[in-house]
């Protein structure tokens, strides 16, 4: 899972895609860069860590121009160590292309070896993010053979480029002296939106809404599954969608709204906050038929994303809400840096108990989700040595028991606390009292319901069914081969999943 954006404008774009790349900072600490175009020049920085770490006033002065892209990076596959991983991609030819990916590409083996051998193109890293460039570059090359680009014929090298890359892909890329590029794959599983043109013609292109709406600009809509959006320097946008009409289904990962985007986003056409207040309400009905509401004093949220399920089942279920951790703002956030060594920093440096919301209290914990359970097991200790007579535990998500594919780092099957354990089993482990999960045709019911017109979820980890219909335990067992590891695997994991909270 990484943030992309994009800046079409008639000024100087570098603090504008640094700012909105602050606002992305949630989807992504372990590299980011920036690239703009000038004339026909690209100038480039990027570099492994946080945005605000990474660019100084010496690297934003060397980024002119009014067309850019930038990228945070949270790296799913290939090597997390190397700073040449870090994205925005360049190839030269043809035109000159610059590229930012957010996805996972699950055919990438196959591809890469097709490019070496049959289109006779080089890559030079191990990320799937250049494999994709490449494609595109081949067809861009092979559309023009030579000649001019025309909207129509980008088009045509964007519907061969669907043709061959399976997976998951939000792309933003700039074309030396045509333009910017945006395009999402058939099943728009990774999210894309794009604002209404500002009153100088600017336009952005980001992976959520906040990144517009905190740069000035407003939402005009979502980049839909299959389509290309085509806008030139001065403004002017050109679309098409590149796929069939009936290959265009929209399945959003289901998981961008339990956890990993900002509340305040709002992903194709629904409120990131509301879906979370929404699987409040359905987590609630599971929590009636578990633990009467008279054994539960009070309801308290694991920080930060599950607050709003949190507040939404507190009111339902007619208990308290109180806040019973504080979390340490100024502790380096590790929960997304890669590798077991990097994350083996307790909880405890990261979330302190209050007390006196403990102290003698049947609790009710709130989590967005659980996925190794570690994390789990050790705020629940946290809870009982601050005082709790009993603790339940509430997960706003469902049990996670396969491993996803589309670009979230999640762990193999075997490190996933729900795989192949009944939610009994899962609570001794994780020694709560009472161990409550969201239903998965609940959840994609309260998250659906607020737009009718998306036609189904990628739920993969939580259901085992993989939309893009390619994905074998055979596929998955090759893409685990590159999947990063920063760090010894006995090490311990102190994280619920390598992200971070985003709110």
Do not use: W
């Not at 023009?144 to 680009?149: A, F, P, S």
């Not at 061969?160 to 395009?183: C, D, K, P, T």
Request: net charge neutral.
């Amino acid at each position: 899972m990484c943030g992309i954006v994009g800046v079409v404008s008639r000024s100087p774009v570098n603090q504008l895609i640094y700012d909105a790349l602050l606002l992305l900072q949630h989807r992504g600490q372990d590299a980011t860069g920036i690239v703009t175009q000038l004339d026909r020049k690209f100038f480039m920085h990027k570099a492994k860590g946080m945005v605000r770490d990474v660019f100084r006033t010496r690297n934003m002065r060397a980024l002119p121009g009014s067309i850019g892209l930038g990228q945070v990076r949270y790296p799913t596959a290939g090597d997390a160590n190397s700073e040449e991983e870090a994205q925005p991609f360049y190839v030269n030819a043809p035109f000159g292309i610059v590229l930012v990916h957010n996805g996972n590409i699950t055919n990438a083996k196959a591809l890469r070896k097709e490019l070496f051998l049959t289109d006779h193109r080089h890559t030079n890293t191990t990320s799937d993010s250049e494999v994709l460039l490449n494609v595109l570059a081949h067809e861009l090359d092979r559309v023009t053979i030579g000649g001019e680009l025309s909207p129509e014929l980008v088009f045509a090298a964007v519907r061969a480029v669907h043709r061959r890359v399976r997976g998951s892909y939000a792309v933003i890329a700039m074309i030396a002296g045509y333009g910017m590029l945006a395009f999402r794959d058939p099943y728009g599983i990774r999210p894309l939106c794009m604002s209404a043109p500002q009153d100088d013609g600017s336009v952005m292109f980001a992976s959520e809404s906040v990144a517009l709406e905190g740069t000035g600009f407003t939402l005009s809509r979502d980049i839909r599954p299959g389509e290309a959006v085509l806008v030139d320097h001065d403004g002017k946008a050109h679309h098409a969608l590149c796929v069939e009409p009936e290959t265009a289904q929209l399945h959003p990962c289901i998981f961008e709204y339990v956890y990993l985007a900002r509340p305040d986003s709002v992903l194709d056409g629904i409120s990131v906050y509301r879906a979370r207040l929404n699987l409040g309400e359905t987590l609630a009905k599971r929590v009636l038929s578990t633990v009467p509401p008279k054994d539960i004093d009070v309801v308290i949220p694991i920080p930060e994303s599950s607050r709003p399920s949190a507040m939404q089942l507190a009111e339902l279920i007619g208990r308290p809400y109180r806040e019973g951790f504080v979390k340490n703002r100024y502790v380096g956030r590790t929960f997304i840096m890669p590798g077991q060594s990097v994350r083996k920093k307790s909880v405890r440096q990261k979330l302190n108990a209050i007390g006196s919301e403990f102290r003698g209290r049947n609790v009710l914990l709130v989590d967005d989700s659980i996925v190794r359970g570690t994390t789990s097991r050790e705020i629940v200790q946290m809870a009982r040595e601050a005082g709790a007579h009993k603790v339940y535990l509430a997960s706003a998500a469902p049990p996670v028991r396969y491993p996803n594919v589309y670009g979230i780092d999640m762990p193999t099957a075997e490190e996933l606390v729900a795989n192949g354990r009944t939610v009994e089993q899962i609570r001794e482990l994780i020694g709560c009292d009472a161990l409550i999960y969201q239903d998965v045709e609940a959840m994609k019911q309260a998250v659906g319901s607020l737009n009718p017109s998306i036609q189904g979820f990628d739920a993969s980890c939580f259901d085992g069914i993989y939309v893009t219909g390619d994905v074998t335990a055979e596929s998955i067992s090759q893409l685990n081969e590159g999947r990063n590891r920063g760090g010894s695997e006995d090490e311990v994991d102190a994280s619920r999943l390598t992200l971070p909270n985003a709110s």
